[in-house]
């Protein structure tokens, strides 16, 4: 039995121009969702409108940089105006940074933890009165597996994930008054533009040959939990591996890590 109905809902999507959340956009518009969806990119958001009702759905699109508080500002003006509410906000926009840290300007942090932290957590603060209001309502967290077990070269961005990781839990402990799910779902390698658009590539791990998922089976895990009110997901087979042998043995997944550093 769902706990979560998905059809009627009024969901914001951030970083929806492509990848997992272009796939959460289209996925949760299907299942009869009104979706506001939002990233920098107008003519990549067009074309998902464009999709979007043309399968009979309901979409609003805002461009904008998810880090300008007056992108954020617009979104939850949107939902309210245009929808009467809303009942799921999906933070999923996010950005990468390769290299190691000793070779890294403070920029590069800076950048990374503004959008992959600092930019959802400020959403949440301001939809938080609205979703109050909502029917069942939901925060996603997009994070990583990186978030659970960081790896060479990429420090910033698991920082970032981690970050993410903590302010969930403590955050769905204190809404469960307000009626509030919190899910924190951690992809592992997922075929995006992801690797294509990381702020910076000074160096990456050789690791063995893997291969990704979909955006869209993220995007239809993340959409089953979201129904049953799961907590937390790692909707990557290879992912969870890696997670349960870290708490295994973190000793052991440090000196493979350092093979790779
Ligand atoms: N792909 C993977 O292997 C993987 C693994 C673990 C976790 N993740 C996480 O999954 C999430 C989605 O990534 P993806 O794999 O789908 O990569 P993607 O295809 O590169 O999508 C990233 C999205 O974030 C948006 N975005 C980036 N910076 C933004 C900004 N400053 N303001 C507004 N939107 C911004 C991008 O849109 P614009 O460029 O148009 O703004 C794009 O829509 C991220 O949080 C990522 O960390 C991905």
Redo the contacts with the bound molecule.
């Keep these: 039995m769902a706990r979560r109905e998905i059809s009627g809902s009024r969901a914001i999507v951030?970083?929806?121009?492509?990848?997992?959340?272009?796939?959460l956009a289209v996925e949760l518009a299907r299942q009869g969702a009104s979706v506001v969806a939002?990233?920098?990119?107008e003519d990549?958001?067009d074309e998902l409108r464009a999709t979007i009702e043309s399968a009979g759905g309901t979409v609003v699109t805002v461009p904008?940089?998810?880090?300008?508080p007056a992108?954020r500002r617009q979104l939850i003006k949107t939902a309210r105006e245009r929808f009467g509410g809303l009942d799921v906000l999906v933070?999923?926009?996010?950005?990468?940074a390769m290299g190691r840290f000793e070779e890294a300007d403070p920029e590069r942090l800076r950048r990374v933890m503004?959008?992959?932290f600092f930019?959802p957590v400020e959403l949440i603060r301001l939809a938080l009165p609205l979703l109050s209001q909502g029917t069942q309502p939901i925060i996603v967290n997009?994070?990583?597996?990186?978030g659970l077990r960081a790896t060479p070269y990429s420090s910033e961005?698991s920082a970032s994930?981690f970050a993410m990781q903590g302010f969930s839990e403590a955050l769905r402990t204190e809404l469960i008054r307000n009626h509030v799910d919190v899910l924190v779902?951690?992809?592992?390698?997922?075929?995006?533009?992801?690797?294509?658009?990381v702020l910076e590539k000074k160096g990456e791990p050789a690791w063995p040959e893997h291969t990704?998922v979909t955006?869209e089976a993220?995007a239809a895990a993340t959409i089953r939990a979201m129904r049953k009110g799961r907590h937390a997901i790692i909707p990557?087979r290879w992912g969870r591996v890696f997670c349960w042998l870290n708490r295994l043995s973190p000793r052991l997944m440090d000196a493979i890590m350092a093979r790779y550093s």
Excluded: M, Q
């Design positions: 951030t970083g929806a121009s492509s990848g997992i959340g272009r796939a939002t990233a920098r990119r990549r958001l904008g940089d998810v880090t300008d992108t933070n999923n926009a996010g950005v990468g503004e959008v992959n930019a997009v994070s990583s597996i990186l961005y994930k779902v951690s992809p592992g390698t997922t075929e995006t533009e992801f690797f294509d658009s990704p955006p993220v990557y």
